[in-house]
């Protein structure tokens, strides 16, 4: 891999950002003040979709109690989702792949023609799901012309991990030539990094390992009670998902937002 680091007056916050969000709240949680600070942003929300009606209701879902059997889940946390991205200015855009909790589910296969099979299995958790978060990344990159993605370390949970590996694909994807190199900063997850602080640096090893490092990085304006006040908005935004974030989600609204340039690593 060559040296292609961005020289040291690149700042990646000069604008709006495009926030990659593994689920509906995830940028809101972790990325919620940078957001408040930069009007204008993108967020692409990879795990966005489900089956139309849930029945039975997976358990994050049934202890929510936000939703009754056969309900549009994933239809209803859009709707809050559009509306916590309205309160800083953003512009969502949901790629539509199932949530781990659908994927998991157990399958019916009688009841399925043969191409409703198919695409069923392909929401299981086998490679192609990372492969599809990758290919419908890289489309919306090819619209967005917006220079920094900030996308997730990759913490603990599957559907993280996977966003953040499909992530890594992108930026490893020839620049397009009439367009400046994009930037790319990773955020740390909250509230997984104050859950299991002990995954971070595993975490950040996966991008060192794929020859990258990760150079602290500050956003500016994100500090004071008006920022604070405008995330912990975003995250209340979503209703259905604070009975089970609890006090996680008071203590992700108040803990600092991390976040890391990426860099390759130098070579030859």
Do not use: N
């Amino acid at each position: 891999m060559t040296d292609s680091r961005p020289g040291r007056s690149d700042a990646p916050f000069e604008g709006p950002v495009v926030v990659v969000s593994p689920h509906m709240d995830d940028a809101a949680l972790s990325c919620g003040r940078l957001l408040a600070a930069l009007p204008g942003s993108h967020v692409v929300t990879v795990f966005s979709g489900g089956p139309a009606g849930v029945s039975p209701l997976p358990e994050w879902d049934r202890l929510s109690g936000a939703f009754s059997p056969g309900d549009d889940v994933m239809g209803l946390r859009a709707l809050e989702d559009e509306a916590a991205l309205t309160l800083v200015g953003a512009t969502g855009h949901r790629l539509g792949l199932w949530d781990e909790q659908y994927r998991e589910r157990p399958l019916k296969l009688a009841r399925f023609r043969a191409g409703a099979v198919r695409a069923r299995r392909r929401r299981l958790d086998d490679p192609r799901v990372e492969d599809d978060a990758a290919t419908a990344l890289a489309e919306v990159a090819q619209d967005l012309p917006v220079r920094t993605w900030v996308v997730p370390l990759g913490l603990w949970h599957g559907d993280h991990e996977k966003t953040a590996r499909a992530c890594l694909r992108l930026a490893t994807r020839p620049a397009r030539p009439d367009r400046p190199a994009p930037l790319f900063v990773v955020y740390e997850e909250l509230p997984y990094r104050l859950d299991v602080p002990e995954r971070v640096d595993q975490a950040k090893a996966g991008w060192s390992v794929a020859g990258f490092e990760l150079e602290p990085v500050a956003a500016p304006g994100l500090g004071g009670e008006a920022r604070r006040q405008a995330k912990a908005a975003m995250v209340a935004a979503y209703r259905s998902q604070l009975p089970c974030l609890g006090t996680r989600a008071h203590l992700a609204v108040d803990a600092d937002e991390t976040y890391h340039l990426l860099r390759p690593v130098p070579t030859g």
